[in-house]
């Protein structure tokens, strides 16, 4: 994992065609905006999770049909 240190107004790009810039910093809470084309999806990681369960129940297929590389490690539980 790359991590990098940006302040507000600053941004990083993935590629030639994806621009994230911090657009808001307060507390613990960084609002991102994110420039991509329109053929790049681009959701939260909960709701990617989500459509790839709904994806695989509707296909019938479970993660123990898929072979280990493919079946995402869990999300890690709430920090406290």
Request: charged share 30%; hydrophobic share 35%.
């Amino acid at each position: 994992m790359l991590v990098l240190s940006r302040q507000r107004d600053e941004s990083i790009m993935i590629g030639d065609n994806v621009q994230i810039t911090i657009v808001d910093i307060r507390g613990d809470k960084v609002r991102l905006g994110i420039m991509a084309p329109s053929e790049i999806p681009v959701h939260r990681k909960e709701v990617y999770d989500a459509i790839q369960r709904e994806n695989r129940k509707a296909a019938g297929v479970s993660t123990s049909d898929l072979p280990e590389s493919a079946v995402p490690p869990p999300a890690p539980g709430p920090r406290g």
